[in-house]
């Protein structure tokens, strides 16, 4: 399958916004989906991922309740919300997909597929 992400910008703190992420070259429903960012100088971190159709899901500590992870399989697309927008939220955001659910795994070991980052600036 492949990714790719898209709507980073530069936004003020406090503010929101949604990326996307298009998928093709497989069978979309058949992938769990996730997101991940990486700050300059810091390591990978686990953002969110959501199951199949859409009824499980689990966030990183540090977006826990401001950000919700969505997917629409009609569309081939997983979108991640982003609310309440803080400076430390900036950072190069990936799009992941697995084809197994391996739950908290995916924050020590990421995923199978990546796409290409979009990067998310917040202001202060």
């Known amino acids: 399958v492949q990714l790719q992400a898209s709507g980073g910008g530069l936004v003020q703190a406090g503010g929101s916004l949604r990326l996307s992420c298009s998928a093709s070259g497989a069978t979309f429903s058949n992938y769990v989906v996730g997101w991940f960012r990486q700050a300059p100088g810091k390591e990978r971190e686990f953002v969110g991922a959501m199951g199949w159709r859409g009824s499980s899901a689990f966030y990183g500590d540090s977006v826990k309740g401001r950000f919700t992870v969505s997917r629409d399989n009609a569309k081939n697309t997983v979108y991640l919300q982003m609310n309440s927008l803080k400076p430390e939220d900036t950072a190069v955001y990936y799009c992941?997909?697995?084809?197994?659910?391996?739950?908290?795994?995916?924050?020590?070991?990421?995923?199978?597929?990546w796409g290409k980052g979009t990067l998310v600036t917040v202001s202060s």
């Open positions: 992941a997909a697995d084809r197994n659910w391996r739950g908290t795994d995916y924050v020590r070991d990421g995923m199978e597929h």
